[in-house]
């Protein structure tokens, strides 16, 4: 059954759930929490016919149970007006703005309440994963980036906001995506393509459902 569950006592939520699971040796029923939202950001100019305007969605399932989380982010990016001012693009020939889009998936992440290392804006608390993603596109074909034939880049997720029991906040408002460096430290293939800066979104919904 659905139901909406306060944002501001998610985080107790999990980790009681998690923490009181643990204690009694069960495996209580699924709890899921459901995010969604909005992505708005520009690629550096570094990158080949940067800066990028991003504009997208993502979405975010949190299992309570498990404390893994999967991650769908949708992108549509073509060339910001900067590319006209250094001839990058033609403001005549919107074509020349390069629109493509970008699918991205990270899947059963291991969640950590924390906000170590998480980039800007400073919030009050939150949570995050890093993982390899499981699938990252352009145009609905494997992203070229990847050059091995299959994802290799590593997306760090990072969702927070206001300080929980805050009558005039709200705990949940921001959420930041980037391409960190993989195990090896190389890298990630995509940040040549997205940078390595935090993308950043908001969060617009927050839902929670499960079985009583």
Not at 23 to 37: D, I, K, T
Not at 129 to 150: D, Q
Request: charged share 10%; proline share 7%; net charge negative.
């Amino acid at each position: 059954m659905q139901r909406r569950i306060p944002i501001w006592s998610l985080g107790v939520l999990s980790a009681l759930f998690l923490v009181g699971s643990a204690a009694l040796g069960q495996a209580p029923q699924a709890r899921e929490v459901h995010f969604s939202g909005l992505l708005n950001d520009y690629t550096p100019s570094t990158v080949s016919n940067g800066p990028y305007e991003m504009r997208g969605s993502w979405k975010l399932e949190l299992n309570l149970t498990t404390g893994k989380a999967n991650f769908f982010a949708d992108l549509n990016m073509e060339t910001s007006d900067y590319g006209a001012l250094s001839g990058v693009v033609d403001p005549t020939n919107p074509a020349t703005r390069s629109a493509h889009t970008h699918h991205i998936a990270v899947t059963a992440a291991d969640v950590t309440w924390n906000l170590t290392n998480c980039p800007g804006p400073v919030n009050k608390q939150g949570f995050q994963f890093t993982r390899t993603v499981s699938l990252i596109t352009a145009n609905g074909s494997l992203a070229p980036f990847e050059k091995t034939g299959m994802p290799e880049s590593v997306l760090q997720v990072c969702v927070s906001g206001g300080a929980f029991g805050d009558p005039n906040g709200l705990p949940y408002t921001n959420v930041t995506m980037r391409f960190v460096p993989q195990a090896s430290g190389a890298p990630s293939p995509a940040a040549s393509h997205f940078g390595t800066q935090a993308i950043h979104g908001v969060v617009s919904t927050v839902n929670g459902g499960g079985d009583d």
